[in-house]
């Protein structure tokens, strides 16, 4: 469009073409909006879907969920209850999802769409998700709080479980998390250690209790 679009995370879909989220501000509802854009095996365009407010809104990552839908992470400034706040986003497989964009992001649609914002005040965001063995989702990014590598661990409908940070400093991130085949789940990311910012290894268990954390890279 004429404004300012852009990507941020693909991944094939299971009919083999991609599926990519990121930011617009040639559509949608104000400010920038986050993005979710269907291509075919050849990269031609299928559908696109905007979510957001009058405020700043960003796709940083997604991922094709077991039931054909999508799930997306990002950050909010038009909802939740702090500067920025997760957004996370469940669509089916056509990229629909909830149109109550509330705090609790609750709706009276199907449970395979809905929409959540998780936060306090200050900027927390998210940078990567993962959906789990038990259906539910994890989700890292970065707090405002120290230390600020975030977890967020949901159910299946979206409902947080649990949260944690980890690292060392309020300038850490995490940018990347899988499940292991172990049920314990991965993160990387950055931390500040003695003034240099290296790269993080985490992994914890599925209750978020740290059995591996590396930052000496």
Known sequence: GGGSD???SVCQTLDGGYIIAGSTSSYGAGGTDVLLYKADSQGNY???RTFGGSMNDKGSSVFQTSDGGYIVTGYTSSFGSGDLDVWLIKTDG???SCNDYTTDGNCSESSNKWVR???ASGSDYGNAV???SDGGYIV???SARNPSILL???DSNGNQEWDDVYGSSVSDGGYHVEQTGDS???LIGKENVNGNTNLTLIKVDMDGNIELHNNTF
């Open 46 to 48: 299928v559908w696109s």
């Open 130 to 132: 993962y959906e789990c």
């Open 94 to 96: 056509n990229g629909q």
């Open 140 to 142: 890292t990014g970065k």
């Open 152 to 154: 967020i661990k949901t």
């Open 6 to 8: 852009r990507a941020y």
């Open 184 to 186: 314990g789940i991965l």
């Open 117 to 119: 914002a998780f936060g």
